[in-house]
């Protein structure tokens, strides 16, 4: 647990063949240059988050009140940590930061509660792996910003209110459904977020260019941004990688060359699919002869933990139309059939792939 305070200002900028000239009103430091927008004015895509999430800070500072607890949802490297450290930045609070399985015992969380002052943000990343009695917990400290402590045990318990600080806290969760409702209840802003456009990758990847002080030309973001997932975070580490081998193999400009060259390496296909999706799908493929599939069963085949894959690799598969949930389990489409050259099976799978659809 670690508390934060953001600071400073980054600019943005769009030519071409980006400068190498540092930007001046920045420190660049290590530990201080974060690829990170730390304004919502900054942040690239997400727009109808942004919008209300703009609108909420807006009027809770005319109202001089804590805003309402937020949860972000969506799958890893989207931004909703970003967006925490955002809105805490907006709001010229502090923000404590820490995770459902970091808080194991009710003590941890009393120990982080009282230690908030007025509107700090605490945040609580992924939130859905709270232990239960940290959980309930939290529900008088969200609702009524008090916490009840037991002394004693037994015939001799007594009951001792706490009062909190009215904090706000915004959890984080890559799987909203496994959060109970009483948790659910209580959060006033719920925000999806969602795989972003290339236009918009691009846009971040010039950014992150001019952050890292690295020249990069329209068509080496396009082509880094193609093949990040649909993912910020994927792009800035890709970015970082393709900067690497552009300074030693090359005369350090990011272009499209570079990309693929370097992405070759790095094991990155033409979609941006890794090492890790490629065996996921070639697993249905080839050990189960295209599904259906459950996830145990490809998680054993392939020795990987179930939620790595259910959280990192399958909404990119889904979004991009290369996987298939159905009742049944997983199957692989006749797109990724194509794009991993696998000839379809036999003349009934597009029948077979139409009829496990019309039970999705
Ligand atoms: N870096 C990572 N995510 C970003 C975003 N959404 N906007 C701007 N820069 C970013």
């Known amino acids: 647990m670690k508390n ?42 997400q727009k109808q988050v942004v919008e209300t ?15 309402d607890h937020i949860l972000l949802y969506g799958p890893p490297g989207l931004g909703k940590t970003t967006l925490a450290h955002i809105i805490a930045e907006e709001m010229g609070v502090k923000i404590t930061i820490t995770s459902g399985p970091a808080l194991d015992k009710g003590g941890d969380l009393l120990g982080i509660l009282t230690r908030l002052e007025e509107s700090d943000v605490l945040f609580i990343d992924e939130i859905h792996r709270l232990p239960r009695v940290v959980e309930e917990f939290l529900y008088p400290a969200m609702e009524d910003f008090a916490v009840d402590f037991i002394f004693d045990k037994g015939v001799h318990a007594r009951s001792h209110r706490y009062r909190l600080k009215r904090f706000v806290l915004i ?25 972003y456009s ?31 997932r649909g993912t910020p975070r994927i792009v800035n580490r890709l970015l970082k990688r393709v900067r690497d081998f552009a300074q030693v193999r090359a005369d350090g400009v990011i272009r499209k060359e570079i990309v693929h060259e370097a992405l ?10 890794t090492l890790l999706d490629q ?5 249905i493929i080839e050990s189960y002869g295209g599904g259906p599939v ?25 979004k991009i139309g290369f996987l298939i949930r159905t009742s049944a389990g997983r199957k692989a489409s006749p797109d990724a059939y194509r794009h991993l050259n696998y000839s379809l099976p036999g003349r009934g799978y597009g029948a077979a792939l139409q009829e496990s659809l019309k039970f999705k």
Do not use: C, H, W
Request: net charge negative; glycine share 6%.
């Open 171 to 195: 959890g984080a969760t890559t799987r909203v459904g496994m959060l109970s409702a009483p948790l659910r209840e209580r959060f006033g802003i719920f925000k999806g977020l969602d795989f």
């Open 4 to 45: 934060v305070v953001t600071t400073g200002k980054i600019d943005s900028m769009n030519s071409s063949i980006l400068s190498k000239k540092s930007i001046p009103d920045i420190d660049r430091s290590p530990e201080i240059l974060y690829l990170r927008p730390r304004r919502l004015s900054e942040y690239i895509g």
């Open 279 to 283: 065996q996921f799908l070639k697993t």
């Open 294 to 318: 459950g996830i145990e069963a490809i998680a054993a085949t392939l020795q990987e933990e179930t939620d790595t894959l259910v959280d990192v690799v399958e909404p990119y598969l889904l």
């Open 198 to 228: 290339v236009e918009e990758l691009v846009e971040i990847a010039k950014r992150s260019a001019t952050l890292l002080n690295v020249p990069i030309d329209e068509q080496g973001a396009y082509e880094i941004a193609r093949r990040s």
């Open 53 to 67: 999430l703009k609108i909420a800070i807006e009027a809770a500072l005319k109202r001089k009140e804590p805003l």
């Open 264 to 273: 070759r390496l790095e094991g990155v296909d033409e979609q941006g699919l």
